[in-house]
C-alpha cells in the first residue's frame, strides 16, 4: 500500500476502517516495525517519490477546536485531524481534567511538533494546574499554551506566522522577521541537525515535512533562496535513504535546494555526493562561500549570507531576545 497513490476521501476511508477494526483504540506510533495499518503512512512507503500535498504539507496552516467530552474520543478525533494535515490542535476545556484524562487525551501526540493550545472554561484553576503538571512531567521541554475565553479573540487574531511551539518553529519565526527586513536578493541558510534517532518515528518524519513548509512560507520562498540540509549523526543506517528522499521531495515541491550531510565520528560534516555539496565542512563555507557563521548555544551553527556585519548582529540580537 503506497501512501502517496492515495486520495484524501481514500484515506478518510482507510482510517475509519483501522479505529473500527481496533475498536476504536488510539493508534500507537511508536513502533518501527509495520504501522498495520495505522493512519500515518508506513515507514517503507516514504522510500520513494514523496507527494508533500498529498502527504499534508500544504495545509500547515489549519486548526482544529476540539471539545473535551471524552478524552479516548478526543484523542482519536485529534490524531485523525494531524494526519489530514493540521498543524493546531486547540483543546476546549469544560470540566475537570486530570492526569490520567490528559495522558488519555495526548496519547501518541507530541506538544514538541505540534502546536496546542487549551481553552478553559471551568472556573476554578484546577483544569490548568493539572495541564501544566501533566506538561512538566512529560514534555518538560514545552509550556502550555493555556487561555480563558475572554481572551480566546486574541488567539484568532494572532498571525499564524507568529504562533509557534517548537524551538524550530521559534527559529523559522525569526528568519520570517530577516526576510521582510532585508534586500529580496539575500541568501539564507537553514542547517537542520537531526538524527537518525530523531527520525525513527513517522510522527517525527511527518513533523519535519511540516516544518520545512512552514520554512518555506515564512521565508516567502517564492523571492528568498534558501536550502534544506538535514544531518544524520549515525551514518549508513536505513533511515539514510529515508531522510534523503523526503528532504529531496519536500526541497522540490518548494522550490530550494535539498542537502544531506553526516557526521564524523571527529564531528566533521561530510556532504552525500548524490546531493548538491554547496556545504563541506563549516570552517570551509564561512572561509569560502563569504556566509558569516553564529554560534548560538541552543541551536549550535547558523549561517546567513552577508556582505555587512550589520545582519548578522541583528541576526544575532534577536537569538539572544528569543524569549
Known sequence: MKFNLHTKMEWMELIRKDLSDKNQQAPSFESKQSFNGNPFVHYDDLNFDLKPAYYGV??????IRIPLVDALKSNQFALRCLNFGVSKLTFVVDHEINDNDLQILM??????FVEIEWIISVENDEAKFNIFNYYSKYHPQVSPSIYYPHSYSVIEDIDGSAVAVTHWMNLLNRYHKF????????????DFRMNSDFLNSIVQLRS??????????????????FTIATCVRYPGESTDELIQNSTRSVAAYLGGTAELFM?????????????????QIPEILERESGLSKVQDPLYGSHFIES????LCSRLWNTWVNRY
Request: with cysteine; glycine share 2%; net charge negative.
Open 307 to 310: 556582505n555587512t556585519e550589520a
Open 107 to 112: 496519547n501518541s501526540i507530541r506538544p514538541e
Open 58 to 63: 500544504a495545509d500547515v496552516s489549519k486548526s
Open 263 to 279: 557526521e564524523c565520528s571527529d564531528g566533521e560534516m561530510i556532504a552525500d555526493s548524490n546531493l548538491l555539496s554547496l556545504i
Open 208 to 225: 519535519l515535512n511540516l516544518i520545512l513548509s512552514r520554512m518555506a512560507e515564512l521565508l516567502n520562498y517564492k523571492r528568498v533562496n
Open 179 to 190: 526576510c521582510k527586513d532585508s534586500a529580496e536578493n539575500e541568501y539564507f541558510k537553514i
